[in-house]
Every structure is written in C-alpha cells, then in structure tokens.
C-alpha cells in the first residue's frame, strides 16, 4: 500500500512527516524504453527505492496482497514483458511520485502514448549493449510532440556495452538531445568498479568478486584521488580520470530551462539490477522533473493553478480485482483538490457523476483517495459511464484534447466456438476494447465481430484474458482486410449515399464511428478519388476529449 506521510525514507532511515504544513509537491513521470532494456526491473528499483517496497517485486501491503508487482497480470508475469501500463503512487522525502510504468513493446503502442499524454516527464531506459532501438525512438518522438523532458538512465553497465562516449554521441546524433553526463561508469563489464558522480564528487564502489555493493559512498572525491587506488586497479582508475576530465570539458553543464523544454537530457548510467546508480535517478527526479504543468484543453489551456476541479480519463482498465468484475477510468487531476464525495460532469455526456470510492494506485493493489491534487492519477471505479478521452470538471465547459486514436493494420475476425455465449464475447470484446487493447467492429454485412490491432502478441493477449477473465475460449481466423480507416463525411447526405454504396466494407467501432474496411492500398486509392470530399483519417483525436469521428 502507499506509505503513510510520517513513514517516508532518506537513505533509508524513518523520517517523521507528521507536523508538515504543506501539501505534498507532485511528480508525476513515465518510464519508456525499447523491450528487455530493464525497464520494469528499474520501476521496482525506484520503488524499493522510494521505500514503497521492502523488497523488488514486493508491495507494501497486508496479508495475501503482499505480492502484488508492477507487471500484475498473469501474461505478464509468465513472458516477463509489461503488456498494459500500471501506475503506482509513493512518497518519498516530502513528494508524491505517480509513476506510470508503459509498455514497452510496441504492439502495445497505443496504451503508451495515451499514457505519455497524463505525464510531465519521462525517464529513458537506454541498454548499454544496444544504445537507441527503434521503440525507444518511437516513444522519444512522442515525447517530443508535447515537449515532455526526459532523464535518461543507461542500463546494465555491469555487462559488456558500448563505450559511453559512443552511447552519448548517439543520442545527441538520433534523438537531437544536448546530453549532460551527470555520473560516469568506473569501467564496464568484466571490469565494472562502480559508478563516479560528476554532479556530487562521490565513488560509488563495488567488489570485485560478484560486483556486490560497498557499505560506503566514498564522499567529495576527485576520480584521481588516492582514496580510490587501493579499491580500483590502476588502469581503471587511470581510464576514469581521462574520461571524467573529457565529460566535464566536451559536454554542458546541466541547465534547467533547456531540459524543461526537452532539448536537454542528464545522463544517470547505473545497473537497475543491482541497484546501482537508481537512487541518484530517484533524487534527480526529485530535483528536476516538473510539478504539474499546463494542460491543453478547449477553449482554453487548464493551469494547476485553478480552484475548479477538472481531469481527463487516459485509460480504462478492466478486471483488476479478479474477485470482482471491476472497471476502473484511469485519470490525471489537472487542477482544483479532488475530494471524495463530490460530484464532476463528465464533458462528452454532460451528465454529472459523485466520486464515492476514487482509489490510488499501487500497480494492482490500491487505497481509497480522500483527496487528489494536480499531477495526482487517480482511479474511478464506473459501470461503462467513463470512456478514454473523457473530461471531467466541477462546472465549466472544458473538453481536454490530444488524446490520439491510431486505425490498425491488423484485422482479424473473432471465433467463437459455443455460439449460446455471443452476448458473454460481445461485453468481453468492449471491455478489452475500451482499455485499448485492440479496436473492435461489427461489419454491417454479416455477424461475426471484427478486431483490429498494431501486432499480433495483442491477440495472445486478447485471448488469454478473455478465458482468464469471462471463460470464454475464443480463437482468431484472416480476414480479406488488411487495415481500417475512419470515415469522416462533410454532411449527413453525403454519409448515407457513401454507405449505400460501400455497404459490404463497412462497420461501426466501439464508438458507433462509421469504419472502412480496406482490403489493400490501390482500393482506398480508388475510393479516396471517388469520394473526394470524405477522409479517412489513420489518426483521430479521441471523440471524448472533443474530436469528432
């Protein structure tokens, strides 16, 4: 569960939070990288930490619960890859931290950048062996649509990797970043000592029998400081020394205003599982990543600021609790104090809902949330009222945009082998539809239900929950589409005429969104010349956040 505010750590000792006046600040970041560069192993790192955690993969909790992680479905556990972004809140040294763990496959791409919407910094998991992959730069360029800052954090430096001078320059030269080395490995691989921090003047050293961690940092220290000769041989110490003078002389010094814009990234290098390097990456993100900023909203941009309580749903997830057929809206609070018991509309609906029970989260574990400020994610339980995109606020007319939905390039039609359970498949496929999994349709001509996603491990996915989650064993089978488009029409005459004459490669998604169904390029080549004045848009802003279809 989260920690108690007079429970926080520093350094691991208690500090007593009791008598603080003022409101905890807010951090509010995701972590993106490539698959298997460590980026759900440093999640628990950062957790343990931050003191959320007595041990990595343990949450701070009661009883049976006690085991709950960061990758809590069942899927995820067996193939060790996130597959649906968890958000787990914590409190450390007078801050809460709401850090959302994404996806970092990317047939999972989707859920990621809706996520990067709810956040106002990122750290970057770069694998020291592989430097920049191209999720990794995927992820970056979204980062960079809403100018998000990043840290980067270079993983696995106890391993053979890339030189980091090459891993620096690479960065700069892909992702058109100023890079800032703030810490410095003291040698790689078979020759990993420790960790040198520029910013600090600290060794942080290691044995060299199974690299386990000293007891002590060695404190206001230059790299060519006798006190580091007898630990470190002498050619390692010598390779610091050059390499330490080169960083400081080649590379700015860290400047907040051009990080805050994201032109700026520091550079932590550490090993998430040792446990190296991720409480420097911690206090960095304590120091640097901003509070809560600026929203983009019609007719205006929402500041934290402002008294009026409003908020945006980022992602739905269902079937957290597998004792209870729970559905939980997932949504950033942009400003105002959130309290339990009042009552918000929802934007796209205009209908107002009270929030008796809004929870925080900690990955699948959660606790009920008397209040929530900016930055703060918080969960609220609904029976389908709540859609992704959705704005909630106390009194004005306020629609929140830029939440993205992308048509997808895989399409397949769903097998149902006991046909007495078509109405249990229909609510199984809007739900995993609703969280963003995959994109559902139902064809005007026929009756088989249609799915549409970015890759094919959604499939695995789809079909494990559906028989883990409903028990409902269903299977998938080609269709003669290769990928969708939505269908957006000037007019209402003009609409109906195109679906008289395009019935049979027609469908309406989750949305009631007018779809069409391609079989290949050169036929929506043809059908774009023939109707001219409709587009067929791969990317939509979502309909809830006050885009249109």
Known sequence: MLMEPDQATHDGEAVDRSTAATPLRRKTFAIISHPDAGKTTLTERLLHAGGAIREAGEVRAKGNRRRARSDWMAIEQQRGISVTSSVMTFEHDGIRFNLLDTPGHEDFSEDTYRTLTAVDA?????????????????????????????????????????????????????????????????????????????????????????????????????????????????????????????????????????????????????????????????????????EPRTQPAKPVPVTPEGDEVTGFVFKMQANMDPHHRDRVAFVRVCSGTLRRGMKLANSRTGKKMGLHNPIFFLARDRELAEEARPGDIVGIPNHGTLRVGDTLTEHSAITFTGLPDFAPELLRRVRLDDPMKAKQMRRALLDLAEEGIARVFRPMVGSAWVVGVVGALQLDVIATRAEAEYGLPIGFDPTMYESARWVSCPDDVMRKAFVQAQTANLAEDGDDALVFLVRNSWELERVQREWPEIRFPAVRERIGAGGSA
């Open 122 to 290: 990122a750290v970057m998991v770069i694998d020291a062996a592989k430097g920049i992959e191209a999720q990794t730069l995927k992820l970056f360029e979204v980062c960079r649509l809403r100018s998000v800052p990043i840290i980067t954090f270079i993983n696995k430096i106890d391993r053979e990797g890339l030189p980091p001078f090459e891993l620096l320059d690479e960065i700069e030269a892909k992702l058109a970043l100023d890079t800032v080395p703030m810490s410095w490995p003291i040698g790689m691989g078979g020759m990993f000592r420790g960790i040198y921090s520029i910013e600090h003047r600290t060794a942080l050293l290691v044995d060299r029998i199974g690299g386990a961690l000293c007891p002590d940092r060695v404190r206001d220290v230059d790299p060519a400081d006798g006190r580091l000769s007898p630990p470190l041989p002498s050619g390692v110490q010598a390779d610091l020394v050059e390499n330490v003078a080169l960083a400081r002389g080649a590379y700015p010094t860290f400047a907040l205003e051009p990080f805050l814009a994201g032109d700026l990234t520091p550079v932590y290098f550490g090993s998430a599982l040792k446990e190296l390097g991720v409480a420097d990456l911690l206090a960095a993100l304590a120091r640097h990543a901003p």
